[in-house]
């Protein structure tokens, strides 16, 4: 315990583990003040520097971890307390690792930019993460700059990895640079975070002042909370019930001018009994409105289950089915896994569908933005208290891929964005009656650079962090065969 509060006492460390793990408690998570996460890890990083190896780590994990806790209430409603822990745990753990790896690149390496180690290393391993968690990119930080527009543009050229490298490269830069003792060699650090901070910004906003080229769509979205009770319903007479309130709003909406309505996820289940009796009820309503539908439906009855979306065009017409790719772990085991996007071409419009959970897996929506996709219907339903961070997911995969974002969600909020993440119209579904919104939306033009090229960014970053940890062996190498510790 000594060594691990040496260099300084362990005043410095407990003030920096609580500075830090308290801007991360509260620029993180479902709520937040989102510009605090920019200074959150500096105390840390900073008193890395003066630290020993131990020190260092065990700091920086406790800050992590405390920094974590806002998440635990909400993780404990949906998943296993093993889950639970694991998922405070391993951001811990990495955080901790990734602030040794800075903290010895600054003080073995000595070079303008070892710095880097932290941006780099944080982006490599949410990248990693994304790569195998059942969740996707869930828990990344750059999530928390989702109404940054200006910066979240980035994401265009680099995906969500270059947002999450701009947020940690800030923080690591002003605390090299204020560690510096000499000005020769605080500049160049200040000049290069400057740089990219600069260019970030200077990039979307030229971005954002181009406008979408194609005509506004006129789009509605409905959802009832009310009903949601009934997503697994075998009843036919309940099934039709929660159909016919759905079919009155989407009516209204047609009648002021809708041209496309999209219903939330699972609105109400359906067994092969009754099917063809919703398909023909949803069929008719299209035909009879002139309005085109995407909805959401729980086929339940059989196995395996099926979490799905319908598109039925204007004339009644079934366009097709998609099933939800990325089932929600623990409350969807026993559903089919959907294998295929579903594209397809409505209002002269290159369109797709997917499904809530499926919009946080930034991989399998480039598919969308690698086929042209204009415009991307998501049939959702969330948890309450993740609305905005959920919504704001889905959205930065429209400035990825360049689509504009429909989506409905039960317990969440009904958000229209443009292809730039500007939100047209949102409304809250928390409601006992039911909401609707009416937005006109210009389609995006999709196959962005990111769309194109994929994760080159996040390679980018695991290369250059790989080249850094060769650097500082080879340096920790050199200095213990000359005897020095």
């Not at 002139?290 to 598109?311: C, K, M, Q, T, Y």
Request: glycine fraction near 10%.
């Amino acid at each position: 315990m000594k060594r691990l509060l040496s260099a300084g006492g362990w005043a410095p460390s407990a003030i920096a583990i609580i500075l830090s793990s308290a801007l991360f408690f509260f620029s993180t998570g479902l709520v937040g003040v989102r510009p605090l996460i920019w200074f959150a890890a500096i105390p840390v990083l900073m008193m890395s520097m003066r630290s020993s190896r131990p020190s260092t780590a065990a700091m920086a994990f406790f800050a992590y971890l405390l920094g974590g806790l806002n998440l635990v209430g909400y993780l404990a409603r949906l998943a296993p307390m093993g889950v639970v822990i694991g998922s405070v745990l391993i951001p811990a753990i990495a955080f901790s690792v990734i602030v040794v790896a800075y903290r010895d690149a600054i003080v073995h390496l000595r070079h303008p930019l070892s710095f880097l180690a932290f941006p780099v290393g944080w982006t490599a391993y949410e990248f990693l993460l994304s790569s195998i968690s059942p969740h996707g990119t869930a828990g990344s930080i750059a999530y928390t700059q989702s109404d940054f527009l200006p910066l979240i543009q980035i994401a265009s050229l680099t995906g969500l990895f270059g947002i999450t490298f701009i947020v940690t490269l800030v923080p690591a830069g002003i605390a090299a640079a204020l560690h510096s003792r000499e000005i020769r060699n605080s500049v160049p650090i200040l000049l290069i975070v400057a740089v990219a901070g600069v260019g970030s910004l200077t990039f979307g906003w030229l971005r954002l002042s181009v406008p979408a080229p194609g005509q506004p769509v006129r789009v509605g979205l409905v959802a009832i909370d009310a009903t949601v009770e009934h997503f697994n319903t075998t009843e036919r007479e309940k099934a039709l019930g929660v159909l016919g309130s759905y079919g009155r709003v989407v009516a209204d909406l047609a009648d002021r001018g809708a041209q496309i309505v999209v219903l939330p996820e699972k609105l109400v289940g359906i067994t092969e009994g009754y099917e063809r009796d919703v398909f023909a009820f949803l069929s008719g309503l299209a035909r009879q409105k002139n309005v085109s539908i995407v909805a959401g439906l729980n086929r339940i009855g059989g196995e395996p289950h099926r979490n799905l979306a319908v598109a039925i065009f204007s004339d009644g017409a079934i366009l097709g089915e998609y099933d939800k790719v990325h089932p929600v772990p623990g409350l969807e085991s026993g559903y089919r896994i959907g294998q295929r996007t579903f594209q397809l071409t409505i209002l002269n419009v290159s369109a797709g569908i997917a499904i809530c959970k499926d919009m946080d897996f930034q991989r399998w929506i480039r598919h969308y933005g690698e086929a042209g996709a204009g415009i991307l219907f998501v049939p959702a339903w969330d948890f309450s208290s993740d609305a905005w961070l959920h919504s704001r997911m889905a959205v930065m995969r429209a400035v990825e891929n360049g689509f504009a974002l429909v989506r409905s969600a039960n317990n969440g909020f009904l958000t229209v964005t443009d292809d730039r993440g500007r939100v047209i119209g949102e409304a809250s579904s928390s409601n006992a009656s039911p909401i609707s919104l009416l937005s006109d939306v210009r389609p995006g033009t999709g196959r962005t650079f990111y769309a194109r090229s994929g994760d080159w960014f996040a390679w980018v970053n695991f290369f250059f962090l790989l080249t850094l940890v060769i650097a500082v062996s080879r340096r920790l190498a050199r200095r213990r065969s000359h005897g020095i510790a």
